[in-house]
């Protein structure tokens, strides 16, 4: 007689909290940008400190030149996107200019100030990641709406 199923116990039902946690898209977003931010920061950082390049332009081509590690990153660990990339990619793109051209201005406005292009840069990423986040989510790596019905049955499987 074969032997009976385990009933699952309820540590085996419980669901981590740590689990919980990175399961949110927020929290994804967050890792996957705080990333992207070190690599867009470190970039800005050589332009501009190292080989000496004006403010707006280091910032402006730093952001551009780390377009294809942050687009993969939020892709991927942030919002596992599985839309189609031609589509995802246009809209990106189009996001990333609003973000190029108020990144450049906001670092170039307080390079004059005490906080200098630094700051600028912090400034700017804080005011770009609230409106990036709904963005990506709802629109860049957004997959085609279900009707009403397709919801429904989907929950009751």
Known sequence: MPAAAEEPTDQHRRVSPVRVFFDHSVVRYLIA???AFIVDFTLLWLLHEVFGWVTWLAAAVAFLVS???TYTIQRV???SSQVPHGPALIKYTLLVVVNTVATSLIVAL???SPLSWAGGK???TAVTT???YFAYRYWVFAGPRRSST???AA???
């Open 33 to 35: 940008g705080g990333l």
């Open 130 to 132: 609230v409106w990036n």
């Open 150 to 152: 397709a919801a429904e």
């Open 67 to 69: 377009f294809v590690f």
């Open 155 to 157: 929950r009751e499987d």
């Open 110 to 112: 307080v390079d004059q």
């Open 122 to 124: 912090i400034i700017a």
């Open 77 to 79: 660990l942030g919002f």
